[in-house]
């Protein structure tokens, strides 16, 4: 572990450059990306946000949120202006990936158009006019740190504008009270599972509880012609289970070892 987060400290280059804003400071849990700077800066306690897990609308003149993780506690909340030549979707996807190879869990996922509009990110959401650009060219992830951090929420915003000028904004609030437990959206699970071809679920109950069989359901459902493994010490608890929640038996294969909780791979085709 000690090794992996030197290797990331040289990728990203967490040092301060001269141009930051004043008092800045970069997150413990995401170190900087190369050459970038921040821009806008802000720290304070007591502070409540609403976390958008759906894509946004307006209607009516009203914006519309699809669903929403809300908390209260100390948010600190900060904006890098990307080095030229690089896009915001590939510094995104480095913090991202980065974050949850520290066991932090990916609440949701959008990237593109799929987010909705990025002018209701950077004006409703973010109050920051820098963060509006294209609507195909931004990508935003909610997620909850590992233990003992598992109180805190994670935000990543990237967007690159008009001008090809790219940012990544980040905030991460600690909460006041402890956070209930937050499902994932279907859309994120099936993201991860397609992106990567795993899904690894090592915090899962130990026998299939009604909530996650219903949501893993839903997640593969989304996408019928998916197959898919399950492998754990209750892989055949969970298969059964969503088959219950109906899934078809034949897209199901099921691998029982000693690993703790769920580990979902796609099969390949023959």
């Known amino acids: 572990m000690r090794l992996f987060s030197?290797?990331?400290?040289?990728?990203?280059?967490?040092?301060?450059?001269?141009?930051?804003?004043?008092?800045?400071?970069?997150?413990?849990?995401l170190p900087r990306f190369a050459r970038a700077e921040i821009i806008e800066f802000s720290q304070a306690s007591g502070q409540e946000r609403v976390f958008p897990t759906g894509p946004l609308s307006r209607i009516s003149g009203k914006l519309r949120i699809?669903?929403?993780?809300?908390?209260?506690?100390?948010?600190?909340?900060?904006t890098y202006a990307l080095p030229d030549g690089h896009a915001a979707l590939e510094v995104f996807n480095l913090a991202r990936t980065q974050v949850q190879?520290?066991?932090?869990?990916?609440?949701?996922?959008?990237?593109?158009?799929?987010?909705?509009?990025?002018?209701?990110?950077?004006?409703?959401?973010?109050?920051?006019?820098q963060l509006y650009g294209s609507d195909d060219q931004q990508a935003y992830a909610l997620l909850r740190l590992a233990a003992p951090q598992q109180d805190s929420l994670l935000v990543l915003y990237g967007i690159t504008r008009?001008?090809?000028?790219?940012?990544?904004?980040?905030?991460?609030?600690?909460?006041?009270?402890?956070?209930?437990?937050?499902?994932p959206s279907p859309g994120t699970l099936l993201q991860q599972l397609k992106s990567t071809q795993h899904l690894s679920l090592a915090h899962l109950p130990a026998t299939?509880?009604?909530?996650?069989?219903?949501?893993?359901?839903?997640?593969?459902?989304?996408?019928s012609t998916l197959r898919v493994s399950l492998a754990g010490a209750?892989?055949?608890a969970w298969r059964a289970a969503l088959v219950a929640q109906g899934v078809r038996?034949?897209?199901?294969?099921?691998?029982?070892?000693?690993?703790?909780?769920?580990?979902?791979?796609?099969?390949?085709r023959q």
């Not at 990025?118 to 109050?127: E, G, I, K, M």
């Not at 299939?208 to 996408?223: K, Y």
């Not at 038996?249 to 070892?257: D, G, I, K, Q």
Request: aromatic share 6%.
């Open 6 to 29: 030197l290797m990331l400290f040289c990728l990203y280059g967490s040092v301060a450059l001269a141009a930051d804003v004043a008092g800045s400071q970069d997150l413990e849990v």
């Open 66 to 78: 699809e669903s929403q993780v809300s908390a209260e506690g100390q948010l600190t909340a900060l």
């Open 101 to 129: 190879a520290q066991g932090a869990e990916l609440l949701y996922w959008c990237q593109g158009r799929d987010c909705g509009s990025s002018s209701l990110w950077a004006n409703s959401v973010f109050a920051n006019a």
């Open 162 to 183: 008009g001008n090809r000028r790219a940012y990544l904004h980040v905030e991460q609030l600690n909460a006041s009270a402890p956070l209930a437990e937050l499902l």
């Open 208 to 223: 299939p509880s009604a909530a996650w069989s219903a949501l893993l359901a839903r997640s593969l459902n989304m996408d």
């Open 234 to 236: 209750q892989a055949e």
């Open 249 to 268: 038996s034949a897209r199901l294969t099921a691998e029982v070892n000693a690993e703790a909780g769920l580990v979902i791979s796609v099969q390949t």
